[in-house]
């Protein structure tokens, strides 16, 4: 069973949580203000409608929020300044692999100068103790072997957002050797999974896709039914994001990234086949339909992680299965189409998740 977050440690302090108002930015500040932490928000309104941030209660529990652009330095820089935080979680970027394709200068503009923003203005910070910043799976240069890739892979990237990413692994490498290897400040990296969970409303994304689909009474179009990805449910993400925030903090650990990711023994789940299981959870009947044939951007068909050295060095494990995490996904889900209030839902499950179940 993995280690959880010590809510004593968290208690207190000051953490600027960037990306707050995003999926799982909405989760993470729930979870840290339940635990007592003074979370001050930065990142732009929401793009999807609903979206998790409103529907938990939008700044409900923050210190206070600023609604800006990444990019937009002297803002930035302020509320960075007038939080004064001893806790940086980096999560905020452009997310989605087609935007990408579509959109890759604003890609590269968010995911890669908005990192530097953000590192630059926090080397002035004097109560600065961790700052980790939030990649992807992605950032691996992916030869379609199919093996699961280690911290120590190669970089690389084959679509914008995956090249954006990587660089944004380059850019905090250079500041963290450059800038912050003689300060008391660590700075690293986490790369994880492909995340599952209630709330979840973006476009291009499996579960979102089929609720949209199910509340429209139409089929369900699926690129790659046949790709695989480390599926891992946000609380069992962001438990491994909390626990590196932490031992950077105390000093407990030198690692400069790590991967998050189910458990190497569980089978590598295609698309298609997350797709029905959460279907049947939902006790939805919604049919799928195969679109790899149409015109569509180049996606990865394989991709997996080794959470080994998470597990070495955090006591981090996956603590639900992947089933778990789309039953999880479903119950939510299911729960809000019913009428429960999103709120609740999600604090429920972050009960259960650290009770340990």
């Known amino acids: 069973m ?53 529907l ?33 979680l980096h999560m905020a970027a452009q997310p989605l692999v087609r935007k990408s394709y579509a959109a890759p200068t604003e890609t590269f503009e968010v995911n890669v100068m908005g990192t530097v923003n953000l590192l630059e203005a926090a080397r002035s910070l004097k109560a ?18 199919g093996r699961h890739f280690v911290e120590t892979d190669r970089l690389g990237g084959h679509d914008p957002y995956s090249g954006s990413k990587a660089a944004a692994e380059l850019v905090v490498s ?21 995340v599952l969970g209630g709330g979840d409303f973006s476009q291009d994304r499996i579960v979102p896709d089929i609720v949209r689909a199910a509340m429209a009474g139409k089929p369900l179009d699926i690129r790659n039914p046949y790709a695989t990805r480390p599926w891992q449910h946000v609380l069992d993400c962001l438990n491994g994001y909390l626990l590196f925030s932490e031992a950077l903090f105390l000093g407990h650990v030198d690692e400069d990234s790590l991967n998050f990711g189910p458990s190497l023994s569980e089978p590598q789940m295609p698309v298609g086949v997350v797709a029905s299981a959460v279907n049947m959870a939902m006790g939805l009947t919604v049919p799928w339909r195969d679109v790899s044939s149409c015109d569509q951007p180049r996606e990865m068909q394989t ?55």
Not at 65 to 83: K, N, Y
Not at 305 to 323: K, V
Not at 331 to 356: C, H, N, P, V
Request: aromatic share 10%.
């Open 174 to 194: 250079t500041y963290r050797d450059a800038f912050f290897r003689a300060g008391v400040a660590r700075i690293a990296t986490a790369r994880g999974g492909n």
């Open 128 to 145: 600065l103790r961790a700052l980790l910043v939030v990649t992807t799976d992605k950032v691996y240069g992916n030869d379609e072997t």
């Open 2 to 54: 993995s280690r959880l977050p010590d809510p004593g440690f968290w208690t207190g302090k000051r953490v600027f949580l960037t990306g707050h108002t995003g999926f799982k930015g909405s989760w993470a500040r729930l979870w840290l203000t339940r635990m007592g932490a003074r979370v001050t928000g930065y990142a732009l309104r929401p793009d999807a409608a609903p979206s998790l941030h409103d």
């Open 303 to 357: 991709l997996g992680l080794d959470p080994d050295r998470a597990a070495r060095t955090l006591g981090w494990h996956a603590r639900l299965s992947q089933l778990q995490t789309m039953e999880w996904t479903a119950q939510w889900y299911d729960g809000w189409r019913k009428g429960a209030a999103a709120r609740d839902l999600s604090l429920l499950q972050i009960e259960e998740f650290t009770k340990g179940f």
């Open 56 to 88: 938990v209660g939008a700044a409900s529990g923050l210190e206070t929020e600023t609604i800006a652009d990444i990019r937009d330095q002297a803002t930035l820089r302020s509320a960075l300044e007038d939080c004064d935080p001893e806790i940086i």
